[in-house]
């Protein structure tokens, strides 16, 4: 190790939930603590910070990702949409969320963020996509709380409402 | 849970890579980073250097060359699951993909970070080792070429140099028809594989088989190639007593064991896996033919 000097930063640039934003960062910092922490933005939640729980998946590029093996500087430049990018600005809620509410697809909510933007990526890129297609998707994301079972239900019902263009 | 502080570098081409790993002591490089970063923040690592390679754009293709697919080290694996030249010319690589971790790691994951980290679990090595894959490695000495069959020292330990890296892979494609499988048996899909095989298989005019091969990883440090298996294989007709007898082969492999898989599973897992891959294969040859 070399000694400890004050903490290189990078300055970065990214578009959050279509608003151009930048911060300061050390490159140690990932991109879920930037997001929660720099932006204020605590939708996306953290919950084992090594790859396996899912909960902090964001989409970057049109891609799902985990936020917590993401560097914050390397998503200078991307285009990132957290939970709070889905619904309207007028709080009307994408039907995915809605799907979630009607059918019990969280009980504790800490999965849930995950869930959300990865079935909103995954049913973007694949609108016809069938039970067991949406259950292999979410095969990353852990829930405690439901069993799955409500919330691939109302995966499958958003799916039909995201197709028919709503 | 986070990472001990380190400086950050983001070179643009190869020559700036190399000339930076040459001059950073105690470096990492970061592709996919999806199980480096886990590493960094549980402090497993803890490099003075991280050097990103994501923005060198030359290190990111899929084509087809003299008989060969080629892939850049930091093609990312959704790319590849979803790439209709590797649909056409090398599907086996994306049924082995949908098993390598899950969507969102994907979406990040690279083939050269995959075949570097070289986890004794990971798919993508096997499917290398299953087309005698060559790695190109680039270093301060310039270039050079690793066959797969040499490129594990041990246990997630790659023949790569401190000062080198990979920049690609070529697989050679099979120039006669032939049918594939890739089977896995894990926990739950995208977890490690506790046994995953993959198979290329060719059948001649009578019917019986002409090309054999068998790949295995999950059950040594690094994936196995059942040569031996594979040349008994060559005349028989592919019967389920041939896939039987296949199958007893695999059973005789050495295999790891771990605190929750005894090698006796492993070994018998290696033996069903077998059969069915080869039954797959040769379904998917006799269509082929």
Known sequence: MTEQTAPMRERITLTVNGTSVEGLVEPRQHLGDFLRQNLGLTGTHLGCEHGVCGACTVIVDGHPIRSCLMLAVQADGANVTTVEGMAKADGTLHPLQAAFRAHHGLQCGFCTPGMLTTLHAFLSANPNADESAIREAISGNLCRCTGYESIVDAALAAARIMQGGA | ?289
């Not at chain 2, 499988?181 to 095989?197: K, P, T, Y």
Request: with cysteine.
């Open chain 2, 1 to 289: 849970m986070k990472p001990a502080p380190f400086a950050y570098h983001r070179p643009n081409t190869i020559n700036d890579l190399v000339a930076l790993v040459a001059s950073c002591e105690n470096a990492k490089l970061i592709a996919g980073g999806q199980s480096l970063v886990p590493m960094l923040n549980m402090r497993y690592v803890i490099p003075d250097h991280v050097i990103d390679l994501n923005r060198i754009e030359s290190l990111n293709f899929i084509r087809e060359n003299n008989g060969a697919i080629e892939i850049g080290a930091m093609t990312r694996q959704c790319e590849i699951e979803h790439d209709q030249l590797i649909a056409r010319r090398a599907p086996i690589l994306q049924d082995a993909l949908r098993h390598v971790g899950h969507l969102q790691t994907r979406s990040r994951g690279t083939i050269g970070g995959s075949l570097c980290h070289l986890d004794p679990a990971a798919e993508l090595p096997g499917i290398a080792a299953l087309y005698d894959a060559t790695l190109h490695i680039a270093g301060p000495r310039g270039t050079r070429e690793v066959n797969i069959a040499d490129w594990s020292l041990g246990y997630m330990t790659p023949a790569l140099e401190p000062d080198e890296v990979l920049t690609h892979i070529t697989f050679p494609l099979w120039k006669e028809p032939h049918g594939h499988a890739f089977l896995e048996i894990a926990r739950r899909l995208g977890d490690f594989a506790i046994v995953g095989v993959g198979c290329l298989l060719a059948l001649d005019r009578n019917g019986a088989i002409a090309r054999a091969a068998i790949s295995l990883v999950g059950v040594s440090t690094a994936p196995v190639r059942l040569s031996d298996t594979e040349a008994a294989l060559i005349g028989q007709k592919p019967t389920e007593s041939t896939f039987k007898a296949a199958a007893e082969h695999a059973r005789t492999i050495e295999c790891l064991e771990d605190a929750q898989i005894s090698a006796s599973y492993r070994q018998r897992l290696a033996g069903v896996l077998v059969a069915r891959a080869l039954k797959l294969a040769s379904a998917r040859a006799e269509i082929t033919k």
